[in-house]
């Protein structure tokens, strides 16, 4: 009865937010902080039914993620890829060092090196939906938060692998698994897409119609990625691309999937804060891996944008401000690590408690810094007029 109640109070409480500028995502985090006392989230099992939930929720985000990607674009302006794949390797790299010099395990550091390279696709998107902010921040900032979130896929698959071969030492084995997974999600989204692309077709009385039906679609794939053990995220991501390359989604399909988005999307934050490992909170190594991980985050991307602005055809304010965007971290870094443990990856729970704080603080300031720079790259709805050296 009590989660229930909880959701209605993160809506609530979100509604009279926004209109003061505060972002609704960092709103409903902080409710599921609320909720971790009150009603804590079942323990990390395969098969929970609001770890299924969370998947479908970030499922959905994704998708539509997938379907605003622009792949002429990155082949006609590659340096946009090429910033997304050197800050995600950079912060791998840094954070697997850092992780030594703090005394962590190899297994350990490197797992918390690969989910801290992921990106927040679904608060950032949500931020710029409220927003109704576009421009060149906007669509730079969401083209790198999908490839940095498949780069952290792509290397927590591969550290899992990794420890699979330590332990059972079967080298064939685990590639094979880890091969299946990533093939296999793939495949399962272009071929869902190329399916619904011959299915939905043709005009609709109202945009929710074909809303629902690419809805139950995505219901059907993360179900169906889930029971299979593949990776019901990429799945989702390579089905909204692959629509989008087809170019055969309606046009009327509803931004963040209608009311039923909204409402996913209020229980996958407040679901997100509720994990918060509050024990972990008093340890103050947990706090210095905070630091480290969100200063690192900040500085890598910040360093990388700008010194690709000019060749990417963007000043060196805008990489500075895309950088500032891709700051937050919450729903995707947590559903990596739920579902390694759930696979069997025994670091993945001490990652999750070591990255604790840092969670804590990307998903309740993340949000706000994000907004900030849309605002700042004046590129919000709600900001004032671009000024005319800001355009182009």
Not at 56 to 71: D, S
Not at 111 to 119: E, G, I, N, R, S
Not at 173 to 182: I, V
Not at 327 to 337: D, N, R
Request: charged share 10%.
């Amino acid at each position: 009865m009590t989660w229930p109640a909880l959701l209605w109070l993160a809506w609530w409480l979100g509604e009279r937010a926004q209109p003061r500028g505060w972002p609704r995502v960092s709103v409903y985090v902080a409710v599921g902080l609320l909720a971790s006392f009150a009603a804590p989230a079942p323990t990390l099992v395969d098969g929970s039914v609001l770890a299924l939930l969370a998947q479908l929720a970030l499922a959905l985000v994704l998708f539509e993620l997938g379907h605003r990607i622009r792949l002429r674009w990155l082949r006609a302006n590659p340096w946009v890829a090429a910033a997304a794949l050197l800050q995600g390797l950079a912060l791998f790299v840094l954070l697997g060092w850092a992780g030594g010099w703090l005394g962590l395990a190899p297994d350990v550091r490197w797992l918390l090196a690969a989910v801290a390279v992921a990106a927040s696709p679904a608060g950032l998107l949500r931020v710029v939906n409220d927003l109704r902010a576009g421009g060149q921040v906007t669509e730079r900032a969401l083209h790198q938060a999908a490839l940095l979130s498949v780069l952290a896929v792509l290397l927590v698959k591969a550290v899992s692998t990794h420890w699979f071969v330590r332990s059972a030492d079967d080298w064939l084995a685990a590639l094979l698994a880890g091969g299946y997974a990533l093939v296999a999600s793939v495949g399962l989204g272009m071929a869902l897409a190329v399916v619904l692309g011959w299915l939905v077709r043709g005009p609709f009385a109202a945009p929710q119609v074909p809303t629902v039906g690419y809805a139950l679609a995505l219901v059907w794939l993360t179900v169906v990625a889930d029971t299979l053990k593949l990776s019901p995220l990429l799945a989702a991501l390579s089905f909204g691309v692959m629509l989008r390359e087809r170019q055969t989604l309606a046009a009327a399909v509803q931004r963040n999937f209608g009311t039923l988005g909204w409402l996913l999307g209020v229980f996958l934050f407040v679901y997100v804060g509720s994990r918060t490992v509050w024990p972990a909170l008093a340890e103050p190594g947990v706090w210095a891996m905070a630091a480290l991980v969100l200063a690192a985050r900040l500085l890598v991307s910040v360093a990388v944008n700008v010194a690709l602005a000019w060749p990417a055809g963007i000043g060196a304010r805008k990489g500075v401000l895309t950088g500032v965007v891709l700051l937050p971290m919450s729903a995707l870094t947590l559903l990596l690590l739920e579902r390694s443990a759930a696979l069997g990856v025994e670091p993945a729970a001490t990652v999750l408690h070591q990255l604790a704080a840092a969670l804590l603080w990307a998903e309740l300031l993340g949000p706000l810094l994000a907004a900030w720079a849309l605002r700042a790259a004046r590129e919000a709805a709600v900001a004032a007029p671009p000024r005319p050296e800001d355009q182009g």
